[in-house]
């Protein structure tokens, strides 16, 4: 199960980080939960998230949104993920906790520490396929300004 | 011996990165050698390190006198731990060599890279559980005025 | 498969990290393809590159040509390497797409990222080995400065 978590993630990070959000939501059952928090706020319990979705549906929305905003020439963001720590398999899934850091390259050449932190997910095979039926994803820093552009 | 190396050594990640520095010395055998010294000390040969214990009684000590000196609110750290590489398997244990990463999050927000190296690792199997017989700790910086805070 | 590239990456990673540069070009077939690019030529199709190397004699001539110009101290890199992504297994190779992140180390201690990309690999068995018919080191950022001085 650990070599098969580490090719999902490696895959959702490739989608990403190429550019193909359209492609994103199909990592995700319909009825899913894709959170993007804080630890603080994670530790304190708080629900809402800075971005929330419960649905596959919200996650294309999402994507759709983006693209229509985005009107500046993007960044590129890339993933690098930890190993993968698995906490249990249950009949809900099996759910994982992995650490990332994802760095960004602006287009002047620079690149920065974008974010750290870790996703805590459950897991779903459905039809032979992985899908994350849950991806809460939990940022060390709280600051928030730029995280809500791309997916994380 | 892969896939259980990459477990352990994320089993041990999260523990640090989520604050159970109470658990860490659990994952070294009583008579332990850990260590953290610069690539410029081990090269050489230094045998001292700039944190060097040889018992996990030691290890245990090490988190009492760090939790009663911190006072100030705790940063946040995060691994991110490379690729595994064995180096051979013996009486003794399994040796290998994995290079790492750890970011830092500040209370405000900022995160940096905090320390790069190589874990040099043999590992023994007691009772059926992975445990680290010794960790030596090699960074790449040698830099050492914060390294000293939490374990790597 | 996914373990085997693992351990290749690793292996690879500490052999430049290790400062074992002549052993390098020893990693890839003796007809190879080696080339350092960024992702916006990559993108546009340009076959040429910032380094490209089309054979192993190659790789060992960039290898004594550094060697003769490096007259100062070296920095010291640190490859942490992600999760590989297999994207088929064909009569001439495995095809996987791994991302990557280098730091570098200065000599007075300070560490920065020194540059994250992909690698889009076709690694070949040959007796036994896995080796590299293709490795193409796309970087993120199009500063390309520094990047000349050491293997990616």
Chains 1, 2, 3 share one sequence.
């Not at 492609?23 to 603080?40: G, H, N, R």
């Not at 590129?76 to 906490?87: A, M, Q, T, W």
């Not at 002047?108 to 997910?121: E, I, S």
Request: hydrophobic residues 45%.
């Amino acid at each position: 199960m650990l070599l098969r978590l580490a090719a999902l993630f490696a895959e959702y990070a490739a989608t990403i980080d190429s550019d193909r959000l359209e492609e994103w939501p199909d990592f995700f059952v319909p009825e899913c939960l894709y959170k993007i928090t804080s630890a603080d706020n994670h530790k304190r319990g708080y629900a809402a998230g800075i971005v929330y979705a419960d649905s596959q549906a919200m996650l294309r929305d999402r994507i759709t949104a983006l693209r229509g905003a985005n009107i500046f020439e993007r960044h590129s963001y890339r993933h690098i993920i930890g190993l993968p720590l698995i906490r249990g398999e249950e009949s809900d899934g099996v759910k994982a906790e992995t650490p990332f850091l994802v760095t960004r390259t602006m287009r002047d050449g620079t690149t920065d520490l974008f974010a750290t932190g870790v996703y805590l997910d459950r897991v779903r095979e459905i039809e032979g396929r992985l899908l994350f039926a849950e991806r809460i994803v939990v940022c060390d820093s709280s600051r928030f300004d730029t995280l809500l552009v791309i997916p994380l």
